[in-house]
T-cell receptor
Framework: DSGVTQTPKHLITATGQRVTLRCSPRSGDLSVYWYQQSLDQGLQFLIQYYNGEERAKGNILERFSAQQFPDLHSELNLSSLELGDSALYFC?????????????FGSGTRLTVV | GESVGLHLPTLSVQEGDNSIINCAYSNSASDYFIWYKQESGKGPQFIIDIRSNMDKRQGQRVTVLLNKTVKHLSLQIAATQPGDSAVYFCAETVNQGGKLIFGQGTELSVKP
């Protein structure tokens, strides 16, 4: 157990729907990162939050949004889902906002859009 | 278990042999590099890291070599074991940022 908890582990939904993925970081970690691992793109950085504030943004679609709450857990919202959004979504956490020392990944949420 | 399903380069080695996994990185400004291991159905797991001011770092059974001249990174695993079978990714950060840029990955298969 890495200490980073992601729920749900699996999600199957239809095109056009909206889903929310949840991540609880390791105790004491202030940064949360979201990554997408798809069949053709590998692991791609989506977004980072640090202590509730957006810190860095990658190639995240406008249909996707995220937030980090006061208790430091984070949610990734995916809307108007398309077949191509099917992927593994990983959350990672670290203590700092900068160099990813102690960067720890969760086990991921597998999203299947049908 | 589940797999990513990418068409990854594959390295097949005999148990007990040494493995060398290579990675070319793209950005000469990258200043920190990490190797991750990903087993089927799991998230990436940290193996070893190296800063850009070093050219070699050793861990337990693993060594990372960094050649900044040709922007090349390698992971050497000594006495490879069946439990080492996984997909290995290199990752880089630019200007000490928290965002990681991942390479495509190499699938290591260890034959008993």
């Amino acid at each position: 157990d890495s200490g980073v908890t992601q729920t749900p582990k699996h999600l199957i939904t239809a095109t056009g729907q909206r889903v929310t993925l949840r991540c609880s970081p390791r105790s004491g970690d202030l940064s949360v990162y979201w990554y997408q691992q798809s069949l053709d793109q590998g692991l791609q950085f989506l977004i980072q939050y640090y202590n509730g504030e957006e810190r860095a943004k990658g190639n995240i679609l406008e249909r996707f949004s995220a937030q980090q709450f006061p208790d430091l857990h984070s949610e990734l919202n995916l809307s108007s889902l398309e077949l191509g959004d099917s992927a593994l979504y990983f959350c990672a956490s670290s203590a700092t906002a900068g160099l990813p020392y102690g960067y720890t990944f969760g086990s991921g949420t597998r999203l299947t859009v049908v | 278990g589940e797999s990513v399903g990418l068409h990854l380069p594959t390295l097949s080695v005999q148990e007990g042999d040494n493995s060398i996994i290579n990675c070319a990185y793209s950005n000469s400004a990258s200043d920190y590099f990490i190797w991750y291991k990903q087993e089927s159905g799991k998230g990436p797991q940290f193996i070893i890291d190296i800063r850009s001011n070093m050219d070699k770092r050793q861990g337990q059974r693993v060594t990372v070599l960094l050649n900044k001249t040709v922007k090349h990174l390698s992971l050497q695993i000594a006495a490879t074991q069946p439990g080492d079978s996984a997909v290995y990714f290199c990752a880089e950060t630019v200007n000490q940022g928290g965002k990681l840029i991942f390479g495509q990955g190499t699938e290591l298969s260890v034959k008993p």
